[in-house]
Each structure stands twice: as structure tokens, then as C-alpha cells.
């Protein structure tokens, strides 16, 4: 079981970047799929969350209107779509799978996680 995030980068204020989460060894379509980020020097914090099946989604308030989460099942992946970033977004972003349909904020609920995709957001 493995999860490979990619697409991190440096962006502008207001850029936009789409980072991937991608499995091998399971289907992601069962599963619930957590993103998380973790700056240097602050605890690791949720940021959204799509269910299984109906696909259900769930926004961090400080990301609300500005990062998208969707799946690909044909391809296996998740994806995180961020946009109007901020200085503040800057952070190590990790996917992470949960084994049951439903999300949860909580980290230690999730079973399976990706190796982290460093995302700067710098003028």
C-alpha cells in the first residue's frame, strides 16, 4: 500500500498550484481521503476531506472557497486544487487515507499516509 503526493512548489500570493495524491496496492474509491499540511514549528492541521461513494467534501474554515478536493477513480487519484494562496498556506501537504467512508479532522484516524509535498507561497 502506497500513496505518492506530488505537485508542490513555489507560488506567488494569489497563484494557484494542484497537488495529486495517487495509490498503489488498494482502491481509493472505498475510502475516505484526508489532506493535512504542517508548517515549521506548528502541529500538523487538517485541511479537507472527500468521502467514499457519494463523494461528500469537507473544507478547513481557513481554506473554505479556496482549495477544492475531487477524485479520479479511473486513475486512482485525489487531487487537491489550491487557489488565491496565501504566505500562510506555505507548509509540508500530506494525503493520508482513512479506512472507513466517512472523513474525520482527527489525523490519528487515518491508516495510510503519503511521503508530503513541500507547497511555498512567497513573493
Known amino acids: 500500500v502506497q500513496l505518492q503526493a506530488s505537485g508542490g512548489g513555489l507560488v506567488q500570493p494569489g497563484g494557484s498550484l494542484r497537488l495529486s495524491c495517487a495509490a498503489s496496492g488498494f482502491t481509493l474509491d472505498y475510502y475516505a481521503i484526508g489532506w493535512f499540511r504542517q508548517a515549521p514549528g506548528k502541529e500538523r492541521e487538517w485541511v479537507l476531506c472527500i468521502s467514499s461513494s457519494a463523494g461528500s467534501t469537507y473544507y478547513a474554515d481557513s481554506v473554505k472557497g479556496r482549495f477544492t478536493i475531487s477524485r479520479d477513480n479511473a486513475k486512482n487519484a485525489v487531487y487537491l486544487q489550491m487557489n488565491s494562496l496565501k504566505p500562510e498556506d506555505t507548509a509540508v501537504y500530506y494525503c493520508?487515507?482513512?479506512?472507513?467512508?466517512?472523513?474525520?479532522?482527527?489525523?490519528?484516524?487515518?491508516?495510510?499516509w503519503g511521503q508530503g509535498t513541500q507547497v511555498t507561497v512567497s513573493s
Open positions: 493520508a487515507v482513512r479506512e472507513f467512508s466517512t472523513c474525520s479532522s482527527w489525523y490519528r484516524y487515518y491508516d495510510y
